[in-house]
Structure formats: C-alpha cells, structure tokens
C-alpha cells in the first residue's frame, strides 16, 4: 500500500504555543513583563526622606533664582501714547498713517548701576504673531537660498506685487515688520552706540536665511506694513529682519533691538529719540521700551525662582505633617515578604 495512505505520526502540539491563526506574541519574559524590576515598597521613612531631599535641592535654587532676578536692573518705558496726538483712537491712526514728523522726545532716568552689556528691546502687547494665517504666510525656501525665489505658494496675500513679480521677503510676518528707531544720548548729550551685530541667533543667520538671497520688491506697494530693507545686504545679514521672522507665542512679547556696550551709573539720564512709526493704534496695542541688563539665568524674571521655591515648600510641609502623624500615629507595617513578587520572583 503506498506510504500516502498511511499518516506520519506526528508531535503533540504545545497547548501554551499560539496557533496558526493566532496574533498571540512567542512566549518571552520581556512581553510577559517577567524582566527584573525595581518595586519600592514606599515605607514613612522612605516618603518623609524623599520630600526632604526635594525640599533641600529646590529651595537653594528658588533662592538663587531670585536673587539672581532681583539683580537684573530693568527700565520699562511705554511710549506709544505720548508719541501720538491726545484724542480718540481714529485721530491716532491718521497720524501714524499721515506724513507727519513722528520724531519723540523720551527722557529716562538709571535708577542703579547698569553694566554692560545694556539689551534694548521693544515690547508689542495685543499683537497676535501666534495667529494661524500671519504664522503661515511666509517662505522658508525663499529665506534660505536664491533659487528658490519664487516659492511664493504659502505667501498669500503678500507673495506678488502688482506687476506679478515676486516678492522677497514674502508673507505677512515679513511685511509687517517693526519699524520703530532709537537713538540714545546722555545727559551731557554723549551719543550712546546701539550694536546690531549679534542679536540674532546664530542658527537662524547661518541655516535659515541665505547669503546669497537679497531683498526684492519689498515694500513697494501701495500699502506699507513696516519696515524696508536694504537690497544691497542679503537676508542673512539683516539681523533686524531675523529677530521680527521669530513668531512670538504670546500676545504680549519683547524683541531684541540692540545693545548698548557702555556701563550707566545710577542717576544719569538718557535722552531718547524715538521714530514712531509702527501702527499698533489700529488695534489698540501697546508700544514700551526696555532697556535691561542680564544675569546668570537671563532677564528678569520671578517666575521660576517663585516655582522652585514654591515645590521645595510644599515638599516640606508634607514632610513635617507625614513626620508628625508617624510619629503621634505609628502604625506596624506588614511583612513584605508576603508579597506576591517576593514569594514568586515570575510573578505567578
């Protein structure tokens, strides 16, 4: 009889060996979740130590935090009104929008000791660079090389001019760049330097905007939104440019304008040219100008100092108040070597 007839005997199967059909994984420790693993058992003593280590660590650094803001001297000066005609919001928006001198007087005074470097930045409040639309028209092909000129796709409404030529830089973000100017002058009417050089970032001057990528039809229509550029300097030079291209993610930011590389004593007095061009009457937005030094941890800023030392101190009130019920209230822990894992390191 042919050997077809006859069925080879075969193994038994695996009952825990998943079938043809099955989507059950090969039994491993990894995807049984067998694997050694660390289970603290969170005894009073091991809570208690923890929040006190918390307490030690955060409260030393909320301290130096502070100090460290506290040092930064800062002088805060809102011009947007002063700058423009006393009257309602429509006799400000025609003279920000008219061809009358915008040339302001500001005068501030040191109130301590200022070392150098001195950051001067403009501060918008109510102005939305985190909106959809304005975020999105813009060209970062463009920015970045020359033969990408007319990548001009996602630049909608500013992507073309009347006569259809391009528009470089294109978008929204570019278009509506801050155009306001200081100078800045002592007392005894010494003229003190503002350096450009530097305020942008490195990254963004050497991968996102090219050398080779100059100005083009910028600014010539009929509706001027900010700032002009010159044609003559390529995109990765124009540092001005570079820091506005940085979409802000709150409503209310401050951008950096420039440095001034000269130590101010308390007391001196700066006089302030202001050029008040840029429109935020519009929109009932708000013009300031800062002028701050730095420490170790930045510019002013309480916050993180207030969050540290926040933590550290509930840390350690919740380390007292567990110390104390321990202490009033103790209670025997059970034995862990009845716990599961102990009696059974597979965990069955």
Known sequence: MSNAMN???TQPLDPSAPGRYSKRPKYSRFTQQELPACKPILTPKWVIS????VTIVFVPIGLASLF??????EIVERYDDACAPSGTRSDKVRFIQSDANKTC???????????QPIYVYYQLDSFYQNHRRYVKSRS?????SRKDENAVSTCNPEDNNVNG?????????AWSMFNDTFSFSTGNDVQLPVTKKGISWKSDRDHKFGKDVFPKNFQNGSLIGGARLNESIPLSEQEDLIVWMRTAALPTFRKLFGKIEVDLQAGDTIHVIVQNNYNTYSFDGKKKLVLSTASWLGGKNNF?????????GLCFVLAVAFTIIYLSKPRRLGDPSYLSWNRNPSGH
């Open 7 to 9: 069925p080879t005997p």
């Open 50 to 53: 923890v929040f006190m280590l």
């Open 68 to 73: 460290a803001s506290q040092a930064v001297v």
């Open 105 to 115: 007087n500001r005068t501030l005074t040191v109130p301590k000791h200022m070392k």
């Open 140 to 144: 970062d092909k463009q920015l970045r």
């Open 165 to 173: 030529s391009t528009i470089v830089p294109c978008g929204l973000v």
């Open 304 to 312: 993180i100092g207030i969050a540290y030392l926040a933590v550290g």
